[in-house]
């Protein structure tokens, strides 16, 4: 197929595309930055440097391709940032605006697929029970514009498309600020989550994100969670992660904290036990890392930042 892939700079977007181009695929990387797609041209992508709202340039990019993946986001730089609804006005207008414009010139151009990239923590707090796509959403604050992005790909295929949504858990891996953090706070003392103990917590490493993306050329229409096979509660995360550094069992902050930190923290304190199962049954998808045990644990292990004798912290 002929792909173009938007946001394909970013975490997910670097990763899925030399898997694309291995595959066979023809791949378009369509990015801001001319220094960060080099890298993927040097793989075999064609490259476009554009602005996201350009309607003419998208108009332009888009017409020739099979599949159009959209895997722009804006997420804060900052992990204190996160918790200010400001931060997120970037990142509301990709995913309400430029998704809209995106389906808009894919079904003019005759484009077949349309891959929406979402957020799985939109759920509703469901206990211990496993959560499937059908259940029920409620988004915060921060992140209610996920629907509007998911519907954009539900008009692409009401209009006669294969509109794919894939819900992404938390993701984690190397090189990654969210992942290099919690380690550093659980050396420390402390686990980074909000939330009760026995609340269940989805993560998903990089890697299975990308291959997630490839698959999704080959599915039909809906949402998809790609999440590990089995996600654990704070507690179980807390101690896997302090064995995995080598410290005693972390700290979790105090319940009271949970409504001091907006929606963040409203999410963030959801139990949330999501099922990728859909996916590796439709998709014939399996994550590298079957668990969080196993992924964080070798990410842990290549991090190439300086870990100190943790003793006594």
């Known amino acids: 197929m002929r792909v173009i892939v938007f946001g394909a700079t970013g975490v997910v977007g670097r990763r899925a595309?030399?898997?694309?181009?291995?595959?066979?695929?023809?791949?378009?990387?369509?990015?801001?930055?001319?220094?960060?797609?080099r890298n993927l041209a040097s793989q075999g992508a064609s490259t476009i440097v554009l602005d996201l709202f350009d309607r003419e340039a998208i108009r332009r990019a888009v017409?020739?391709?099979?599949?159009?993946?959209?895997?722009?986001?804006?997420?804060?730089?900052?992990?204190?940032?996160?918790?200010?609804?400001?931060?997120?006005?970037?990142?509301?207008?990709?995913?309400?605006?430029?998704?809209?414009?995106?389906?808009?010139?894919?079904?003019?151009?005759?484009?077949?697929v349309f891959i929406q990239e979402s957020f799985a923590p939109i759920y509703v707090d469901a206990g211990d029970r496993w959560i499937a796509e059908g259940a029920a959403t409620r988004p915060v604050s921060y992140n209610e514009t996920t629907l509007k992005a998911?519907?954009?790909?539900?008009?692409?295929?009401?209009?006669?498309?294969?509109?794919?949504?894939?819900?992404?858990?938390?993701?984690?891996?190397?090189?990654?600020r969210f992942t290099e953090e919690m380690f550093n706070h659980v050396a420390r003392g402390w686990l980074p989550l909000l939330g009760p103990p026995d609340a269940y917590f989805s993560t998903c490493y990089h890697d299975d994100a990308a291959t997630a993306v490839v698959a999704a050329l080959d599915l039909a229409s809906g949402a998809y969670n790609v999440v590990d096979n089995e996600p654990m509660t704070h507690r179980e995360f807390g101690e896997v992660l302090a064995a995995i550094v080598g410290v005693p069992r972390p700290k979790t902050p105090p319940q009271w904290l949970v409504p001091l930190t907006g929606s963040i923290g409203e999410t963030m304190a959801r139990s949330l036990r999501i099922s990728n199962e859909k996916l590796r049954q439709i998709g014939d998808w399996k994550p590298h890392h079957a668990t969080a045990r196993e992924g964080w644990g070798d990410v842990y292990r290549s991090f190439k930042f300086e870990r100190r004798d943790h003793q006594g912290l």
């Open 17 to 37: 595309v030399p898997l694309m181009i291995r595959e066979g695929h023809r791949v378009t990387a369509v990015g801001r930055s001319p220094d960060r797609l």
């Open 63 to 112: 017409v020739g391709h099979d599949a159009v993946a959209n895997l722009a986001t804006s997420i804060p730089r900052s992990s204190l940032g996160m918790f200010f609804r400001r931060a997120w006005k970037e990142n509301d207008r990709i995913r309400e605006h430029l998704s809209a414009l995106l389906v808009d010139e894919a079904m003019a151009a005759g484009v077949r």
């Open 150 to 176: 998911e519907a954009s790909a539900e008009r692409f295929a009401r209009n006669g498309g294969r509109g794919v949504v894939l819900r992404f858990a938390y993701f984690y891996g190397q090189n990654d």
